[in-house]
T-cell receptor, first 116, second 114 residues
Framework: KNQVEQSPQSLIILEGKNCTLQ??????????LRWYKQDTGRGPVSLTI?????NTKSNGRYTATLDADTKQSSLHITASQLSDSASYIC???????????????FGKGTHLIIQP | NAGVTQTPKFQVLKTGQSMTLQCAQD?????MSWYRQDPGMGLRLIHY???????DQGEVPNGYNVSRSTTEDFPLRLLSAAPSQTSVYFC?????????????FGPGTRLTVL
């Protein structure tokens, strides 16, 4: 069964510090992996997308890595800000089949709190 | 360009009542989906549609109906609300390009069933 496991479940860090969130998956075949940020009371918003051949991708202070061999991804946040407080969801996509289920497997998310 | 809109934002129902959660998108995407999000469970797929007139069940379809008469709209109907349907509901519109899918989520509807 396709699964996406995220760790830690929750994390509290001080403003200005760095942190790394983890995502392990068993989805096969694999198309891409996305990290979403979900602010409280809002829908998830895509931060990064990584395909099989990509190892690293950055979006401002967010840097995602992917190791397709070990089926692991990480999201590193540099110099955290209060606005980074949110849930971060890892979503792994199977190749587009055109007619089946949506082919997406969601992690349960990491709840990040940035304290001043 | 509003993206994905959902109404209402909040709703309280009594057990047995019915209602429709509205979802609309203005990006001309063929794919749309409904998810529910519960604490500790992550997002779970309820129903999805690959185009007007075509819908299919997801992981947790029981107690919900959908229809897709236009590309823009994808309403979700609760036939007889139960407390187990207390959740936050997200509609998503999906861009499919180059074999990849990117989801654009609406702001969500927070539903409480008493």
């Amino acid at each position: 069964k396709n699964q996406v496991e995220q760790s830690p479940q929750s994390l509290i860090i001080l403003e200005g510090k760095n942190c790394t969130l983890q995502c392990n998956y068993t989805v096969s075949p694999f198309s891409n992996l996305r990290w979403y940020k979900q602010d409280t009371g809002r829908g998830p918003v895509s931060l990064t997308i990584m395909t099989f051949s990509e190892n690293t991708k950055s979006n401002g202070r967010y840097t995602a890595t992917l190791d397709a061999d070990t089926k692991q991804s990480s999201l590193h946040i540099t110099a955290s800000q209060l606005s980074d407080s949110a849930s971060y969801i890892c979503v792994v996509s199977a190749p587009y089949s055109g007619g089946g289920a949506d082919g997406l497997t969601f992690g349960k998310g990491t709840h990040l709190i940035i304290q001043p | 360009n509003a993206g994905v809109t959902q109404t209402p934002k909040f709703q309280v129902l009594k057990t047995g009542q019915s209602m429709t959660l509205q979802c609309a998108q203005d990006m001309n995407h063929e794919y749309m989906s409904w998810y529910r999000q519960d604490p500790g469970m992550g997002l779970r797929l309820i129903h999805y549609s690959v185009g007007a007139g075509i819908t299919d069940q997801g992981e947790v379809p029981n107690g919900y109906n959908v229809s897709r008469s236009t590309t823009e709209d994808f309403p979700l109907r609760l036939l007889s609300a139960a407390p187990s349907q207390t959740s936050v509901y997200f509609c998503a519109s999906i861009l499919v390009a180059g074999g990849h899918r990117e989801q654009f989520f609406g702001p969500g509807t927070r539903l409480t069933v008493l």
